[in-house]
């Protein structure tokens, strides 16, 4: 295992994501949540993954309290966010105990707002986040889904630099490369990647003929796994299936070290077996040839993939 060492702290390049975690809409079932999930923690941290992210979002806190439960008191760096649909200081606070409780844990590593909301003064938010950092309840404030000048603007509300911006960052998303990933940089920051196997569409193991289940990815409104987008990302997946074959690594695990090759960028997959977190924590080793990475940057932007409003409404028509 890689780690990255930024503002004082050192966590794997590979994380966990506990979405997955009791969530219905990913489809994976009670045992899954009573059990796999509690062996997908086991295995992690075997495999020297020190960085779980969760949510007070994910299964409406069951996702926190399996992760709590599986962890059992051992020290890790454990992130978790509020969802923000009322960003008001007392309820940031509150919620931000709950969680603790949820996690059994003292304190949490890092607190992040899950989202911006536009509808309330971003002055509010932070100052809930600030009471949650004075408190004691978490080390570290983060923000999620913000842009660099709310990512900016959100350092200025908090008084100090929040440590990461968690945002979308895969292969056929790479948004963040412009200009989160170079403030990340240069500023000391960490930008934490997810949905970096674009949620399985990189594996390689679905085709137009074989589509993910669960609502999750069913969704018309996350048209990602369309079948059409499905066929338009085959050129990627070979390529994907090619470069792993001269490294002995699987499509999922090049993909993975795609988004490792940029600078102070974390990856936090998730997973649906143990046997997926070994894959993924061994892509933390896998260093790609530069011409390899440009070659990949090239076939990805070369793509016509359907998303948001657009390939949502496409999907509907469908
Ligand atoms: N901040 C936010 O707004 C936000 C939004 C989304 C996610 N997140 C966080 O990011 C984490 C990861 O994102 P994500 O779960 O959306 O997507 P992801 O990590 O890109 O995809 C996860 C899915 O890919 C498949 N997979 C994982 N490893 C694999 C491997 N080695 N080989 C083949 N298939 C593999 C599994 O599904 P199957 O086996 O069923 O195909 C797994 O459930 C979440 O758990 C959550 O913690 C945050």
Redo the contacts with the bound molecule.
Sequence with gaps: MRYLETAGEKISKIGL????FGSRE?G?GEDYANREAHAIVERALEMGINFF???EA?ARGRSEEILGRALDGRRVFVAT?FLPIVPLPARIERKAQESRRRLQVEQIDLY?M??PNPAFPARLGMEGMRRVRTAGITRHVGV??YSLRRWKQADELLGSPTLSN???F?LVRRQPVRKLIPFAASNDRIIIA???????L??G??SPDNQ???MRRRNPLNPLASSTNLARAMPLIEALRRIGSTHGA?P??VALSWVLSHPNTVA??????AA??T??AEAADLTLAEDEIIRLSDIAGSLDLKGGIRGAAEAMRR
């Design positions: 994501g506990t979405w997955q990913w994976y992210d969760t949510a994910y966010k992040q899950h989202w999620s889904n968690q945002v979308l895969n997810y949905s970096p196997l674009a949620q399985g990189l594996s193991k679905y993910p289940q669960g699987t999922a695990q936090i997959p998730g997973a649906s077996s997926q977190v894959q993924n």
